[in-house]
């Protein structure tokens, strides 16, 4: 029973990763491994679930119906399991959290870890992507970014507010002069992050009592929130980021804030869980921790 149940949490991330690589990737496995799970699970059904291609596959009708019933199945599982443990003492089982890959990297990991060391009987699974995740789709207990769910049947927690700060390198501004206002951001290369399929080219900054949003431009673009500070801190352009992901290098003067008096508005990060009549008790705990770890204040520029 163990095996089948697992072959459901594989094949349920392995949609959400949408193909083999990445699914290995945030399994901790292989493609060759996921390849050959993935087949012993068709012949076992004698169907065929998904069609895939060199770089993703896609479900057929009787993969995405399959893949409906898993989510709906684990979702009873775990709830089974959370009311089975309640007043049970220790919280136990496997968590899977996803998070923004900087502040994942810098902040969270951190806290996951001395979450592990006070919980010994819970494994943590860590997923870092700029990519948002679903949480009920993707196997997931706790998803973490900075665009809120809409979906229906999913509990969204703030656990972070913060701003959003447009900086460079102490070089490039020597090099290329201090934006005084927005407009003056047509005269210099900006770095843009690239969300989905959506380049970001337009930035927003206070105007009085508005909003007014400037179209930028620059010739570096990613998908990856780590390559936007490289890039920034290697003085290849101005970059627009959240405060918490370089509160160090503003500390250390890697980086400069500009356009100050234009605050480029608020950002949060949300925590999404999926709704269930028990939360279990190890996601209970650990949201508990989280929120009392960004609770306590950090070294660094705060808002």
């Known amino acids: 029973m163990a095996d089948e149940i697992s072959d459901l949490r594989r094949f349920v991330a392995m949609v959400a990763a949408g193909n083999l690589s990445a699914a290995a990737r945030a399994m901790g496995s292989s493609p060759a491994v996921m390849s050959r799970h993935l087949t012993a699970l068709e012949n076992r059904l004698g169907v065929r679930l998904v069609t895939r291609t060199s770089r993703r596959f896609e479900l057929t009708d009787e993969g995405a119906l399959f893949h409906e019933r898993c989510v709906g199945i684990l979702a009873e599982i775990d709830e089974a399991e959370a009311e089975a443990a309640q007043g049970a003492g220790q919280p136990r089982g496997s968590l899977r959290i996803s998070a923004p890959l900087q502040w994942g990297r810098r902040v969270l990991a951190p806290i996951i870890a001395d979450f592990s060391a006070g ?60 934006p005084a206002t927005p407009d003056d951001l047509k005269d210099h290369d900006c770095i843009r992050l690239v969300t989905g399929h959506q380049d970001v080219d337009r930035w927003s900054f206070r105007d009085g009592d508005g909003v007014r949003t400037i179209d930028i431009r620059g010739k570096l673009s990613t998908t990856s929130t780590e390559v936007v500070n490289a890039w920034v801190l290697a003085g290849h352009g101005i970059a627009s980021r959240a405060e918490w992901d370089i509160a160090p290098e503003l500390e250390a003067g890697r980086l400069v804030p500009c356009l100050e008096p234009y605050w480029s508005g608020p950002i949060a990060l949300y925590a999404s869980y999926a709704s269930r009549r028990h939360l279990p008790p190890r996601i209970r705990a650990f949201m508990d921790f989280l929120t009392a770890a960004l609770a306590r204040p950090v070294p660094g520029p705060r808002p």
Do not use: E, W
């Open 119 to 178: 919980f010994p009987m819970i494994s943590a699974h860590l997923v870092l992507t700029d990519t948002s995740l679903d949480v009920v789709g993707g196997g997931l207990d706790v998803a973490i970014g900075a665009v809120p769910p809409q979906a229906s049947g999913v509990i969204v927690r703030k656990i972070l507010s913060g701003r959003r700060v447009v900086c460079a390198a102490p070089g490039y501004l020597r090099d290329r002069g201090m």
